[in-house]
């Protein structure tokens, strides 16, 4: 833990013993951003990476090298879908409805300075929303016969915080526009996961649902719990300067 703490601080002491030439470019206040995607990366497995969506950003000149801004990711939208279980036989299907809230919607607070003409180096700190997730309307297909099977599940995956440092580079390409490109490393919460489970004891007998087998397989035995991590991202944006 101490050791990725120090590899974090890294670019903050570089940043103050790195000469800074404070009216070589100027800048204007104002600077709107939006990344239509970006890419992200965890190292530590398993581990929840938030999914790629589009980013707006706003940040604000206090000085001609100092900005401050937020950043919202818009997240992906909620969906359903069917899904299908595996199945020992030919002429059987297991089928169940999957559907998603609104996920990994964000919140990030940016403090950018730059050290060098169009080269700057950054804080963030944010929060990802929770979601949930939901698989019900279980059932069997054989032959021309449905069964309905009384089993449902829920996961709630609660709020999680991450920061980062990053570096990057922002220049106004004419008298308002911009480009930018920033890479980020930092450290992500795995984040509290709450897991319900709905069922009829009478219709499964002494046998166990099969999703709650398998969730209860895979905890007891392959420990597949999340766990915090360190993580990259990509950003590549424009914009518009006022």
């Known amino acids: 833990m101490i050791k990725k703490i120090r ?17 070589d470019v100027e800048r204007k206040k104002y600077h709107f951003l939006i990344s239509p995607w970006i890419i992200n990366t965890t190292f ?8 790629s969506s589009v980013n707006l ?19 992906k939208n909620s969906e359903k879908s069917l899904e299908s279980i595996p199945t ?3 002429s059987t299907t297991r089928l169940y409805q999957f559907s998603t809230s609104k996920n990994s919607e964000t919140f990030t607070l940016n403090l950018h300075y730059f050290f060098w003409k169009f080269f700057y180096t950054s804080f963030n700190i944010g929060i990802e ?3 949930s997730v939901e698989r019900n309307n279980f059932a069997i297909i054989r032959a021309n016969n449905i069964t309905p099977q009384p089993f449902s599940m829920k996961t709630i995956f609660d ?5 980062s440092l990053g570096i990057g580079f922002r220049h106004e390409v004419s008298s308002s526009i911009l480009i930018a490109f920033e890479y980020q490393r930092g450290y992500i919460e795995a984040g509290k996961i709450n897991q319900h489970f ?3 004891p009478d219709y499964y007998s002494s046998n166990l ?7 209860l397989f895979d905890n007891i035995f392959n420990d597949r719990s999340l766990r915090n991590s360190i993580y990259q991202q990509f950003y590549l944006s424009a914009g518009l300067a006022i």
């Not at 590899?7 to 009216?23: D, E, M, T």
């Not at 950003?57 to 997240?75: D, K, M, P, R, S």
């Not at 709020?159 to 920061?163: A, I, M, P």
């Open 7 to 23: 590899l974090l601080a890294l670019p903050i002491v570089l940043l103050f013993a790195s000469p800074v030439f404070p009216n």
């Open 44 to 51: 530590d497995k398993p581990s929840r990476e938030i999914e």
């Open 57 to 75: 950003q706003f940040l604000y000149g206090f000085t001609n090298n100092l900005y401050l801004g937020v950043t919202y990711g818009i997240g």
């Open 88 to 90: 020992s036989s030919y």
């Open 129 to 131: 929303k929770g979601f």
């Open 159 to 163: 709020d999680r915080l991450f920061s």
């Open 198 to 200: 709905t069922y009829n």
């Open 209 to 215: 649902p099969y999703m709650l087998e398998t969730y």
